[in-house]
């Protein structure tokens, strides 16, 4: 049973468009979310993250926003760019102690 | 090292045998984390190392996958008679906090042939 959903495989947006990529969760334990962007051959890289007491965090183009209620977690990218063609994977954290979750990623292409 | 370092980058080997994966955590990180992506899946937990605390295994998918830390540092990961649906790339990370901080190696790709 997946914990942390990632339900879009894929997104192609176009280069200056808004990138949105969107993460769903079923643990109303998780207080802590993060992205990761992965490469092709190369580790996941972490890219942001979230606070369950905190509804946006923003970072230069990365912007997460949260909704506790709903259980949704979505990462804009604005303005988009072709070195921003990866995969993106959304992770959360329960207790102490515990490793992350993640979702299956979504593969985000970026054309100029 | 600066960051995590695996090895070996690939491994094809037959199905049967017996593989070993290894990680070189960054220095000073006392936490340690296994992970797999099978194709088209996201990153699967594994194992997690904590310190010199009992090791989280609640992952491992079956008997056949071990791992250890030895001095609280480099860990293995052990697939005895590896199948065809263990091809992966395996990851490891380390980390200073939990669960904060993650630094990933850039995995061992195994192939089961």
């Known amino acids: 049973d997946q914990q942390v959903k990632q339900n879009s495989p894929s997104l192609s947006v176009q280069e200056g468009r808004i990138s949105i990529l969107n993460c769903d969760y079923t643990?109303?334990?998780?207080?802590?979310f993060l992205w990761y962007k992965k490469y092709p051959a190369e580790g996941p890289t972490f890219l942001i993250s979230?606070?369950?007491?905190?509804d946006k965090n923003e970072d230069g183009r990365f912007t997460v926003f949260l909704n506790k209620s709903a259980k949704h977690l979505s990462l804009h990218i604005v303005p988009s760019q072709p070195g921003d063609s990866a995969v993106y994977f959304c992770?959360?954290?329960?207790?102490?102690?515990?490793?992350?979750?993640f979702g299956k990623g979504t593969t985000l292409s970026v054309s100029s | 090292g600066a960051g995590v370092s695996q090895s070996p980058s690939n491994k094809v080997t037959e199905k049967g045998k017996d593989v070993e994966l290894r990680c070189d955590p960054i220095?000073?990180?006392?936490?340690l984390y296994w992970y797999r992506q099978s194709l088209g899946q996201g990153l699967e937990f594994l194992i997690y190392?904590?310190?010199?605390?009992?090791?989280?295994k609640s992952g491992l998918p079956s008997d056949r996958f071990s791992a250890e830390r030895t001095g609280g540092s480099v860990s293995t990961l052990t697939i005895q008679r590896t199948q065809q649906e263990d091809s992966a790339v395996y990851l490891c990370?380390?980390?200073?906090?939990?669960?904060?901080?993650?630094?990933f190696g850039s995995g061992t790709r195994l192939t089961v042939v």
């Open positions: 990370a380390s980390s200073l906090t939990t669960p904060y901080g993650y630094t």
């Open positions: 643990n109303s334990m998780f207080d802590y």
């Open positions: 979230i606070s369950s007491i905190k």
């Open positions: 992770a959360a954290s329960g207790q102490a102690g515990t490793a992350l979750i």
């Open positions: 220095s000073g990180h006392t936490a």
């Open positions: 190392f904590q310190g010199n605390s009992a090791p989280d």
